[in-house]
């Protein structure tokens, strides 16, 4: 394994242990809060807000994973009949899109993030900056779309071996 393929394995393997531990605090909240609720009478107002917070995060952080595996949805139906040069022209060109994509969102989101952190506003319940959890979106998208270009090129080497689901290496 070469040290890009393990440095994007180590972002990728870090992101979704985030977002797995994100996952895991947002059973401890609602079961915290429903055992609260029905045993002694009282709701923590804040909770709902904080599991909606860290779920958005939790499918941000992700996604980095998911698109480095290739466990994306893909229309690919049609493009499969044709033989390997043609998939591989258009595994490269939607991996592409994808990418434009995320730098879009990233492009247009990041100035909103900056505008909040700037305003100062917090959430209603827990009176988090609201700034946190919206920069989840630029920072999930930005790692995705830089980890998938520095992965474009040895997909395009390996695609014969690349299955959905694994790495070029992996398969």
Known sequence: MGKLERFCRTVSGTLLTLATVM?????AINALNVTARYVFGYAFGWSEEVMQFLMIACVFFALVDVTLKRDHIRMDMVVRMF???VQRFFSVLGNLVLVGCCA???VAGAPIVLKLYQFGQTSDAAEIPVFIPQLAVPIGLSVAGLLLL??????GRDFDRVKPGTDAKES
């Open 83 to 85: 033989p390997k040069p």
């Open 104 to 106: 879009l969102v990233v």
């Open 150 to 155: 520095l992965k474009i090129r040895s997909w």
């Open 23 to 27: 996952l895991l605090l947002i059973v």
